[in-house]
């Protein structure tokens, strides 16, 4: 049984030290520096955007022509007037994928986890990155602690996602903490869960996230992870 231990600034700041002492930030500020670097100037653009946050978060998009088109389509080329909300609606727009494969049939995905990366960056950090070890987390600390029960595996779309984040947010007084390192306190502290889980088990991180939701629902006390 796993308790989380509630995040105030002794906890985010002890976590955000194993997250910022590692490479994944100095990755994050390079993206950023990306995104700001090619600011549409055409698809080839948007082509080495979409295949560096593939890579880098391993977000597991074989086909990314289709998802580079949707994006050129829907995403304009002067952002200077778009507002949060227009970042909240571009996520979701650009998720939906289809396209016909070699043997003419038409395929779906739903790329939620990748647009949200993508949209994250193209709007310099100022909207969350949904993200499964995110999600587990939100949904265990809102459960554990104001009985604001979530059982969806994933948020059917990034406004759903966006409004629980911001539940979270509200509810631990996390108003005056930037998003980038909410995000991260949260990634950080489900990886060190999942990373002593499979440890403690012998099995691999996969394996671990749904005993981590298992374990995290039975919670009672804190333990040290």
Same mark, same amino acid.
């Given at each position: ?26 990755? @994050? ?5 990306? $995104? ?6 055409? +698809? ?17 998009? %074989? ?18 007037? %778009? ?18 494969? +070699? ?7 739903? @790329?939620?986890? $990748? ?6 960056? %193209? ?33 059917? @779309? ?9 539940? $979270? ?47 995290? +629902? ?6 040290? %992870?």
């Amino acid at each position: 049984m796993i308790k989380l231990i509630k995040p105030d600034k002794n906890q985010i700041d002890k976590i955000l030290g194993i997250y910022f002492s590692g490479e994944g930030n100095y990755l @994050n500020e390079t993206l950023t520096n990306l $995104f700001l670097k090619f600011d549409r100037k055409d +698809k080839y653009e948007d082509l080495i955007k979409a295949v560096s946050i593939n890579q880098i978060y391993s977000t597991a998009i %074989l086909n990314i022509n289709p998802v580079v088109d949707k994006i050129f389509e829907i995403i304009p080329s002067d952002k200077s007037s %778009l507002t949060i909300k227009d970042y909240i609606k571009l996520v979701d727009q650009i998720s939906e994928i289809s396209w016909v494969d +070699k043997k003419g049939q038409i395929q779906n995905r739903c @790329n939620l986890s $990748f647009s949200s990366k993508y949209i994250h960056f %193209l709007s310099n950090r100022s909207i969350p990155i949904y993200d499964s070890y995110v999600w587990i987390l939100i949904c265990g600390y809102l459960n554990q602690y104001c009985l604001y029960k979530i059982r969806k595996k994933r948020p059917s @779309n990034y406004k759903e996602f966006y409004d629980i984040y911001n539940t $979270f947010i509200n509810t631990f007084n996390l108003k005056d903490l930037d998003i980038y390192k909410i995000d991260k306190y949260l990634w950080q502290y489900c990886h060190n869960m999942l990373t002593q889980l499979s440890k403690d088990y012998n099995i691999d991180l996969n394996k671990a996230k749904p005993l981590l939701i298992k374990l995290i +629902k039975q919670g009672e006390e804190p333990r040290n %992870l």
